[in-house]
């Protein structure tokens, strides 16, 4: 009885089901209540007993093989809607630009600007050298920016022709600030020493744009505060990051300087990576090109956040991140970094 069965005809039918609707009708037809399958069970009381048993187990081996059949069908076409409906819905977020001469349909994916290449690679270097990396507001008070750090009223940084104030509170108590310094204070409020810590971001002042100078421009500094630092500990830091970012031929010298914040002040400068100290028009022919101030941090500025300036000892370094990837790439023009022009942008 179950022999007469056509199970290849039956499994054709279910390979072929192009929808789940098709699916559930030939499903009905197949091992529903009134499909032959049922139909066969109905008929097993005729035979003798004998052949009874084998005929019933021949017809749940059948039955067996269709729901399977079934399941594994179901599950294919549930799969191919799943990927059709993704594609459907799917959204081309990425971003392209045309190549001009390349090709119709040329794509060139985008990349990180230089100056952001730049601060990835320095927090990489200052990382392995062993600090962490702290950031702060952009809006900063004047206690923060200037009172801390040992700046009088009376300095010229303070003046409106030198800082961007903003009309928010008494006037002249909140500006952008112009240096990252301010965030060395928030992190020796936040953290008892020992410190090891830089601290890059972008900063404002009023600078007329020129080859060398952007009213906003991106800064990173560093702070040491621990147990017996040294002048010695500042210059083998900046002379260990210098061979570390520009590559074992250049090197840092310090020359003596003068910073509120600081005392003994001294300026870095670092070997010019156009003529390697040979002397050149970059240079003016000294063979140094000045990178960034740097000095012991001074005990008033101890004073402020309430570190003893007699237990503890430190120094500050910082420098510009865009006149840092300037010197490194040596470009002539530091405005053409925010110029948007893509000659210049797809060169990194």
Known sequence: MADTYDIDTALARIAAAASLDDLRAIEHELVGKRSE????????????????????????ELRST??????????????????????????DLTEAVRVP???????????LHLVTQTRDAL????????FTVAE????????????????????????????????LGEPGTVLVR?????????????????????????????????????????????????RGITFGDLAGTIETFTNAYFGPDIHSRLRPGSFPFTEPSAEYEVTCVICHGSGCRTCSGTGWVELGGCGMVHPNVFEAVDIDP???????????????????????????????????????
């Open 178 to 226: 112009p240096h990252t310094s301010p965030v060395q204070i928030r992190v020796m409020e936040a953290r008892r020493p020992p410190i090891y810590s830089i601290m890059p971001g972008r900063c404002y002042r009023k600078d007329t744009p020129d080859a060398r100078h952007t009213p906003a421009f991106h800064q990173i500094e560093g702070l040491v505060v621990d």
């Open 37 to 60: 399958i049922a139909a066969l069970h109905t008929r097993l009381g005729a035979l003798p007993a004998e052949e009874r048993k084998a005929a019933g187990q021949r017809i749940n």
């Open 66 to 91: 269709l729901t399977a059949a079934i399941a594994q069908r179901r599950a294919a076409i549930e799969e191919g809607d799943r990927a059709a409906r993704f594609a459907s819905e799917r959204l």
């Open 123 to 130: 927090e990489d270097v200052f990382i392995g050298m062993g």
């Open 136 to 167: 702060g507001p952009e809006v900063e008070t004047d206690w923060y920016n200037f009172e801390a750090l040992n700046i009088p009223p009376a300095h010229p940084a303070r003046s409106g022709f030198d800082t961007l104030y903003v009309k």
């Open 310 to 348: 007699e237990e503890w000892s430190g120094f500050a370094f910082g420098f510009g991140i865009d006149r840092l990837a300037q010197i490194r790439h040596t470009s002539s023009e530091m405005r053409v970094m925010a110029d948007n022009a893509l000659r210049f942008a797809t060169q990194f």
């Open 101 to 111: 001469g390349v090709g119709r349909d040329a794509r060139r994916r985008g990349h």
